[in-house]
């Protein structure tokens, strides 16, 4: 099938561009950056940022993201079908985000600074993590949000998640693509990389490869990889934190999408269980501590209880408007 050979071809891509980064590491890796300063301080931009090296990455960054909205409405107006065969508008997607992907490369080695100079590093993070949540909420009609149980949210709510995921989506990708310089470090590479995957999924808009679901859970769970590299990379000891609580969401929710069996699944709680306790047993964090666990999950579906609750605000609040006849 042309999508999937596609698909496979993009990750390759997605693998060699990751591989040209790391190529070109010593050329950023060369810019000297002021101290790290926390938490909420990004390291890697400009001690001193200039006209270009801001003028440059916001209208890049901004060309790259209303080019693949345009695509998306397109698309969207012309309401095509699924098919295994690709669009022509899947060809121009593919297409722009390897123009901008280009374009980020000599952007980084010529001028280095990317949107991280005039915004907050939680709103890279932020949107990413919203883009999870989104992705849960989208996926309840097929896998539920417990163990395979449904959710019985409004149906109007799941209409409008499901025709404008993909701005939001393109814009979580784009706008995180665009936040880093391309440095070498193993956190950037695997978010680079990541990020690749995600532009390429978005590239194949109504392609049966874009709904594959062993695809969309690997998205998913690509996440976990990168979370708890950057957490060794930064020398934290809570990376059990994020192996678990994406496990955890594995367990609770995205395994339920799987074709796997009762007795597989079983298994998997089972090694999940004794993970747990191993490592929190055996590591400085201590079973005093195994709650953490708990973060990320409970972060993630309170942000679906909380999106649900704005809903069903607005609806109510419309639905008290006077109506004009």
Excluded at 59 to 78: L, V
Excluded at 169 to 175: G, P, T, V
Excluded at 287 to 311: A, Q, S
């Amino acid at each position: 099938m042309v999508g999937r050979r596609v698909l496979f071809l993009g990750i390759f891509v997605s693998i060699l561009l990751t591989y040209a980064i790391w190529l070109g590491g010593s050329i950023p890796a060369s810019i000297i950056k002021l101290p790290d300063q926390g938490l909420s301080w990004y390291y890697w931009k400009l001690a001193s940022p200039t006209f270009w090296s801001r003028t440059t990455a916001w209208s890049m960054y901004i060309g790259h993201q209303f080019s693949i909205w345009g695509c998306i409405w397109w698309a969207q107006q012309k309401q095509l079908s699924y098919k295994t065969a690709l669009h022509p508008i899947n060809y121009l997607m593919l297409g722009i985000n390897l123009g901008f992907t280009a374009l980020h490369f000599l952007q980084t080695y010529i001028w280095y600074d990317a949107l991280a100079q005039d915004t907050s590093i939680w709103a890279s993070q932020g949107a990413v993590v919203l883009l999870l949540v989104f992705v849960l909420i989208l996926e309840t009609p097929r896998r539920g949000l417990f163990f395979g149980n449904p959710v019985p949210f409004h149906q109007q709510f799941l209409q409008i998640i499901k025709l404008y995921h993909g701005y939001f989506f393109s814009f979580a990708a784009i706008y995180t693509f665009w936040y880093h310089p391309m440095e070498a470090t193993w956190g950037h590479l695997i978010g680079f990389l990541y990020m690749f995957l995600l532009l390429l999924q978005s590239s194949l808009i109504f392609n049966r490869a874009h709904v594959n679901r062993w695809w969309t859970f690997t998205l998913e769970i690509t996440v976990l990889v990168h979370s708890v590299v950057v957490s060794w990379m930064l020398g934290q000891t809570k990376w059990p934190t994020f192996l678990f609580g994406f496990l955890g969401i594995l367990v609770l929710t995205q395994l339920h999408g799987l074709p796997v069996s009762i007795s597989m699944k079983r298994m998997i709680y089972g090694g999940f269980l004794v993970s747990v306790l191993a490592v929190y047993g055996l590591t400085e964090r201590g079973l005093g501590r195994i709650y953490e666990v708990t973060y990320i999950p409970l972060i993630e579906f309170g942000l679906v209880g909380v999106i649900y609750l704005i809903f069903l605000l607005i609806l109510w609040t419309i639905s008290r408007l006077p109506i004009k006849t």
